[in-house]
């Protein structure tokens, strides 16, 4: 790589240019100063990717995605083709599974750009550094790096030139992350010069955003991390696989951080995709675990996306002979896979490590119990970062502290998304985020066309006001992005440009304010402290218990610490559990660890002297599982579960009780 002096650079007046640049490489086509340090309310500003994928083209063996980020040798080597789609394209197999056609594509990247990158082009770069850069100049503070990979697309995919082992890609996409922040520092003048910081704690991504730079947050996106793959509905990993990964990942950076993605795995069921796409994905969960996606009735609103059946027939002709797809019935839209034992004890170590849970991807029945441990918890790190989240639990996630961020759509489409939920970010004062899922094979917005009414007109201020951003032009190619779409990472403030005219203002500010509320989240995160439980060996008594001459299920077993063990009534309504704390204290939230025999309607009573009682919180919808029940603090020394109404034909039976002052 020639490095060269950058004209105009001045480490007094210029911090932002660096004082050598790759000669020849991409424009930036931004002037005017980066903005540093807070509001007036001390609030980073800025917007926030929550899902990019800056090292996919060094995942699923390495010739899936072609390009690269960056390069030693200069944009000519980072911006070239995979070898196998020389000379026409003809060899690009994935590039004709995914966007159809015949795959043939002027295979030239630098200087001419002819087919790519373009918005519809899944399997070339997008996320040429100096294309981030142009995202940061234009606002973009925060960016989530998310590692991912799998290891049956990399096995049955004709071309690689590495090991399809998933964390072995995870690893190397970790270290070529931190090179890629050593080759931006280089061009500033040294070791923490440059504006890509990959950060690995809330703090830290605040000192970088007051510096005007970008702060980098590394997660990870796999289909079986830790090897918890399944197989027959056998899980291949155990507690052990799972400490060991999480601690691994941490020391190598990461803070967020998807269980599942794509297939069932030992630690949850999936959320489905949709079309050819998604037959596609479920020949590869047979290919990995022997079994294809099964459905159920839904139990609640919440539903996953409906399972592509259309055809397939590249990937179906890599089942084995007599194997084909199932179909599947309309009405049974939910994944019978949900979170596994092993899924939340990997949920509780992220917890215990003060990582943030990603829950797009996960199956509804999965996330809803995912949800139902946060919330006992009061664990407020939880993250949906590019709207695969069901939309109906926004609000649950909104109360426990979360983040919400939507996938780079059309700038009409993505404005009215966010209008819908605008009333909830106003409720709970927060911002909003995007997920470009740039280099993650999803697609992403075309050109509303020059003849629109309301065109991007260039150049154009930043929304700060302090920068003028002008078309992007690499090597022989300038892009507009309303004959071009977003074909780019660089058009990112492009898009956003067009967010403003389209959606209005209002969208844009709440995107503007995106940085501070992610970093709320991951600071509260770490800062969560498990409260202590009033309940853990406390006195227990029933109106009744089940009997049986082999197992125990006296009340104290619902205190004892132990989720294989459980207090069980009898068979009847109107039942009684009450705990003694010992002595009077603040109570303000309990938790019932149901096991199938629920309670559909009962209240949490509380009382000082165990005669006079007292109701607390109530229900008449309980369905089962984890249950969390919140209220204002009330000082007590005797807390009752009185069962009203039995949710099954038994009785009601409770694993665990947990009562809590905070």
Known sequence: MAL??????????????????????????????????????????????????????????????????????????????????????????????TKGGDGKHDPDGWPTFKDWPAHDSLTHQQNYYAWVERAWRGGQRVLVNDLVTNG???????????????????????RKTYEMQAYIDTMYGGPGKGWFRVVTDSAQAREVIGQGKM?????????????????????????????????????????????????????????????????????????STGTFWKTEQC???????????????AAEKEL??????????????????????????????????????????????????????????????????????????????YKLGGFVAQYMSGSEAFSAEAKRTDALRDKYGVGYGYGTDMNGVGGWPGPRGADTANPVKYPFRSVDGGSVIDKQTTGQRTWDLNTDGASHYGLVPDWIEDIRLVGGQDVVDDLFRGAESYLRTWGASEKHKAGVNLAAGAAASASSSEWNPFTSYAPGRAVDGS??????????????????????????????????????????????????????????????????ARFAGVTARHVRIHGVRRGTKWGYSLHEVGVYSS
């Open 4 to 97: 060269g002096p950058t004209s105009g650079a001045s480490a007094d007046d210029s911090w932002w240019n660096p004082v050598a640049r790759p000669a020849p490489d991409s424009q930036i086509n931004v002037t005017g100063e980066p903005f540093k340090g807070t509001d007036a309310q001390g609030q980073v500003r800025g917007f926030v990717d929550a899902h990019d994928h800056l090292m996919s083209n060094e995942a699923f063996g390495g010739r899936l995605i072609c390009g690269k980020t960056f390069s030693e040798l200069g944009v000519a080597d980072a911006l070239k083709d995979c070898p196998e789609h020389y000379p026409d394209g003809s060899l690009a197999v994935f590039d004709f599974i």
């Open 152 to 174: 049956v697309i990399c096995s049955v995919y004709f071309f690689k030139d590495r090991s399809c082992d998933e964390m072995t890609s995870i690893r190397l996409q970790a």
């Open 215 to 287: 702060a980098v947050i590394l997660g990870v996106e796999t289909s079986e991390p830790f090897g918890c793959k399944q197989i027959l509905d056998i899980a291949q990993c155990g507690k052990d696989d799972i400490d060991r990964g999480l601690d691994e990942l941490h020391k190598l950076g990461v803070r967020s951080m998807f269980l599942c993605h794509k297939f069932d795995n030992a630690l949850c069921g999936v959320r489905f995709d949709q079309g050819a796409l998604g037959t596609a994905i479920n020949v590869g969960q047979f290919l």
């Open 299 to 313: 139990a609640g609103p919440q539903h996953d996306n409906p399972i592509g059946l259309a055809a397939a027939p």
């Open 320 to 397: 084995p002979q007599g194997v084909a797809v199932p179909s599947y019935a309309a009405g049974a839209q939910c994944n019978t896979r949900g979170l596994t034992d092993l899924g939340e004890y990997a949920v509780r170590g992220m917890m215990k490590r003060k990582m943030m849970l990603e829950v797009d991807h996960m199956s509804v029945k999965a996330a809803g119990r995912a949800f139902d441990i946060l919330e006992s918890e009061s664990y407020p790190g939880v993250i949906s970062s590019h709207s695969w989240m069901d939309m109906d639990w926004t609000e649950r996630l």
């Open 563 to 628: 989720t294989g063990t459980r207090w069980a009534s009898d068979w009847s309504d109107d039942q009684r559990l009450q705990i003694d704390l010992g002595s009077a204290a603040l109570v303000k939230r309990v938790t019932l660890d149901w096991e199938r025999a629920y309670g559909k309607a009962y209240r949490i009573e509380v009382s000082t002297d165990g005669e006079n009682w007292q109701t607390a919180w109530s229900t008449t919808t309980g369905d089962g599982g984890l249950d969390t």
